[in-house]
């Protein structure tokens, strides 16, 4: 009786877990045109990733959730299934997005324009897509 108590306990505590997951997945959801301008940002952001992990200099942090990410991408199985309409797909683009705004707030304004590969206009669109204060670019 006792392991079926604690088999039934652990179910419950990931379905809790889970629709913790999904719910912060609804409140996480960027505005409508977010996800499609950070697509358009993809081949850079990956570039810029790639350096900010490659970078001695950047806080252990930023490493942390760049392996995490990278981890969850590698999964086989998503937080929200496939066949769950709108955010089924959109979970990882949203998970990209929330990691890419912390981990660009972390490294900071000046270590990201740092290392960015891409134009002007492209660190910018980064920017309104991190949350970070527009700045003027030499």
């Known amino acids: 009786m006792t392991l079926v108590t604690i088999l039934l306990s ?6 809790l877990a ?6 912060v997945l609804l409140v996480m959801c960027p505005r409508k045109g977010v996800l499609s301008e950070a697509l358009k940002l ?10 900010l992990a490659a970078d001695p200099e950047m806080p252990r942090g930023v490493r942390v959730r760049l392996g995490a990410l990278l981890a969850y991408l590698a999964l086989p199985f998503d937080l929200v299934p496939d066949f769950v309409p709108v ?3 959109a979970d990882d683009a ?3 997005v929330a990691v890419l705004r912390s981990v660009v707030r972390l490294a900071g304004p000046d270590a990201v324009h740092r290392h960015w590969p891409g ?3 492209g660190f910018a669109a980064l920017s309104r897509l991190a949350g970070l204060p527009q700045r003027t670019l030499d």
């Open 10 to 15: 652990l179910a419950a505590g990931v379905l």
């Open 18 to 23: 889970w629709l913790a997951l999904v719910v």
């Open 42 to 51: 993809l081949p850079d952001t990956l570039r810029l990733l790639r350096r």
């Open 87 to 89: 955010l089924g797909y």
């Open 94 to 96: 949203i998970v990209v």
């Open 119 to 121: 134009s002007d206009e």
